[in-house]
């Protein structure tokens, strides 16, 4: 009995674990990276196209990025510090000019 009732737990762990991570685990489309924007706790998941990559707006934020989390992300990604109404306003611009 008791070796059910901790294969159990183990089941339920493992359920509550997938569930949690759901949203994180959609499938990224080829040709795109997941960068997490905003503000302390309240990071937001955006996938934008790795051709920004090369943009100098873009960049500047990647050198900010590097400044303040250095390649230890606390989101487990890449997490760009700004607004997210100024990562919005840059993807908008350099998704016109694309």
Do not use: W
């Amino acid at each position: 009995m008791a070796i059910r009732i901790s294969r159990v737990l183990q089941s339920s762990k493992q359920l509550l674990k997938s569930l949690s991570h759901s949203s994180n685990n959609v499938a990224i489309p080829k040709g795109h990276l997941a960068v997490y924007v905003g503000e302390m706790m309240q990071k937001r998941r955006f996938v934008v196209p790795v051709t920004y990559l090369s943009h100098p707006c873009f960049q500047k934020l990647l050198r900010k990025a590097e400044e303040e989390f250095g390649f230890d992300h606390p989101m487990g990604g890449l997490t760009i510090p700004c607004t997210e109404q100024i990562f919005i306003d840059l993807a908008s611009r350099l998704s016109t000019s694309s």
